[in-house]
Each structure stands twice: as structure tokens, then as C-alpha cells.
């Protein structure tokens, strides 16, 4: 079958619910905005064209659309059908399905999107939902359904009577339609609701009420319908998020102590074999060897870069940094902008002192050296292969290959 495609991604909204100068789909879940997993939901399903559609501070989210996604501006926020509508001006010689996403459903599966669009496809359905259960509908559209079971109609929750907040199946947003349907029938869509807005899911009642075939599949994990609009709801997205990560991490061959305790973005790689200790945060970016020790209580920040067999201990903060083989830095340390080489032991306490208060300052140290503890390295500064530093010494000029330097400022106590 082949499959003509086209994605409309809704991200023009505020950040109402939010409370938020920042546009809610740029709001981080695991250090990634989360309109970012949406984007990459659209391009797995490898679609001829995808649309985002923004809006409030589009200025902003723009940049994080890929160069081969068209953008087009809502002007007016009047609600998600208005949206869709400016979405379908970027399709204009496109036929065939038009699949719309929310750019504040980010913990949607790639399988179920599949599984929606297959069948879709397969039955020539004209609108299909994805549906879901929820103990606690509250917030969500709830999908009504004829006394065939046939899906009839959404309720949004403001518009909803007692009856209908009972209703258990919720819309996740998540709608393919036949494009020429979609088309042909927003023009119907009227604000006739509590909020005045052009609601794209009343286009489901006027799609049934002409006849045309309406169907819904449900997600089998109700934690994929996770819609964010509140700080609270993100919080939840957040850990829902972090647990699949954690748990790649661990299939991969990582053992992570606590899963429960340990925050690791979207966009780390952690070799096999290497040990996650609790308490520890490991931000986008970082890339971390095989068989490494990491915390507790480690914070791994931008740029950081460990090669294999490397312990980063308790209280560790690490940025801009990269660390060789086998190298220690097991007690409370921070090392920044910094270039660490290989078989290097960095006594407890050591500080890399890289801003001078205008510029960040850059220090590197040779295979093999050896930081006393309670060393300080005020950058630029570099410390040669097998150099000892005596603990307490202030390191403000470069250390030659081999020598011993102690004291404040450091210095040479026997050359190499
Ligand atoms: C929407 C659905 C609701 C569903 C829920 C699932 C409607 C009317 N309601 O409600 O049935 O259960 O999502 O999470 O669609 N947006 C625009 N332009 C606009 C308005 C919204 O692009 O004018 C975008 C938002 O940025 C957001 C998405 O559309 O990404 C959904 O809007 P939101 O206001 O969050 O809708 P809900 O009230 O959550
Ligand atoms: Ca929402």
C-alpha cells in the first residue's frame, strides 16, 4: 500500500496553563524541548511533509524545527481547527492522509502512531482518533459514542454536562484524517463553545453526522495520551520520560543503582558496564565510556566527555571536560573547561578555577599526573605528564613534564 503522508504539528500555542513567558512546546522534558520528540515522531514515519504550525513566539520555536519541515504561521490562536486550517495552506498539491499532532503530547509512541495510520489505511476510514482510557478523564475531550458504539462526537471538558464527565475514553488529540475530508468540512466548524474557539474536534460530529466513516483505535499505554499543560503535568511527562531513558540505558547494559534517583537527559551515551550511581544528574550531550564508575551525587554537565574506565565520584561537577582512560577524579572535585588525559588521579577537592571573572579559561593535564588533594589550577594553565602538585598548592603557571610543585602560588620543588 502506499502510503501518502503528510504531518501537521499544533505548537502555536501559549503557555496559559503554564503560567510562562517561554512557549509551553519549548518547556524541557529530560533537557529537551518537547516539541523536540514530536518532531522526531513526525520524521519516523518518514512522511512526504511535515507542518508545524506556530504562533506565540514563533521567533523562538522555530529554531528548533529541521530544515525539512514547512512552517506555517497561525495568526490568530482561535483554536486547534484554525490551527489545522493554516496547517493545510503548506499542503496544497498534497493527496492523501493528513495526520495531526500536538506539539504538547510528547510521550506518544512511534508504534501506536503506526499502528493508528495502518489502520486507517487498511479500513479507508475517513477521520481516525486515538483514543484512550483514563481513570481520571479530567482536562481531556471525552469521546462520545451512538448507541452502536460508533464514535459520534468529542466533548471538550468545559462543554461537558455531568453524563458526559463520566465518559472514560478521552481524545488524545492524536487524529488521521483522508485530507479531502479535513478539507472539505473545517469550514463547518463554528466557536460555538465555553472558550469561543474553533475547536478542531468538533469536526468529528459533522464528519459522522454527513455519513462519512469515523473510527477510533485505542493506545495501549494510557501514559502516551499524557497532554502537558501544566507545570504539574510536566513534572509527570518528565519522570514518565526519564524511565524510558533509564531504562534503555539499563537494557544497553548500564546498571543504573536507583533509576528512580537519577536524572539523565535525552541525548547521553553511556558505554556498557559502566555504574550509575544515585543522585546524579548527566545532562544532554555527555558521552560516557564503557566500564566508568559515575557518583553519587555527580553532576555532569555540557560537553562532558569520558573515555572508558573513568571514575567521577561523590560531589564530582564536570563541564566542558574531557576525561582519558582510567583517569580518577573520585572526591568532591570540579573540573571545567578542562582536558584531562589518561591514568590521571586528581586528589579529593580539586578545583579547575576557569573564569576570571570576564572569560572561561582553559586547563589541561597530561597522562599520568598527579593532583594533590585541595589543588587549585587557576586557568590557562597546564600541568605536564607525570607532574605531582603538593595538596593545598595553587597551580598558576604551567608545570613541566615530570616536576613536583607544592605551596601557594606553586612552586617547583624538583624539576623533571
Ligand atoms: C486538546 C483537545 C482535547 C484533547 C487534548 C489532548 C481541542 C479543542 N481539544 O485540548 O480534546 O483531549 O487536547 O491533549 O483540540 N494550538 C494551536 N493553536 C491554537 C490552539 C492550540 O496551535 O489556536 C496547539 C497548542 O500549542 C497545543 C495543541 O494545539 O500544542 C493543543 O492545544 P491545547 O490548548 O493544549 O488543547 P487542550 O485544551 O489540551
Ligand atoms: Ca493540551
Known sequence: MKKNIAVIILAAGKSTRMKSELPKVLHPLCGRPMLGYVLDLAAGLKPEQVVAVLGYKQELVRKIIPKGAKIVIQKKLIGTADAVKAGLSALKGFKGTVLVLYGDNPLLKNETLKKLLDYHLENNVDATLLTAYLKKPSGYGRIRRDKYFSICGIVEEKDADEVEKDIKEINTGIMAFKKDKLEGNLKYVRPQNRKKEYYLTDIIEILAKKGYLVDGVKAEDAQEALGIN??????????????????????????????????????????ADTVIYPFTVIQSGVKIGKRCSVGPFAHLREEVELKDDVTAGNFIEMVRAKIGSKTFVKHFSYIGDSHVGSSVNIGAGTVTANFDGIRKNYTVIKDNANIGSDTIIVAPAKIGKFAITGAGSVVTKNIPDKAVVAGVPARILRKG
Open 230 to 271: 501544566t507545570r504539574a503535568e510536566l513534572a509527570q511527562a518528565n519522570s514518565l520520560m526519564q524511565k524510558r531513558i533509564n531504562d534503555k540505558l539499563m537494557q544497553d547494559g548500564v546498571t543504573i543503582i536507583d533509576p528512580a534517583s537519577t536524572f539523565i537527559d535525552f541525548g547521553t551515551k553511556i558505554g
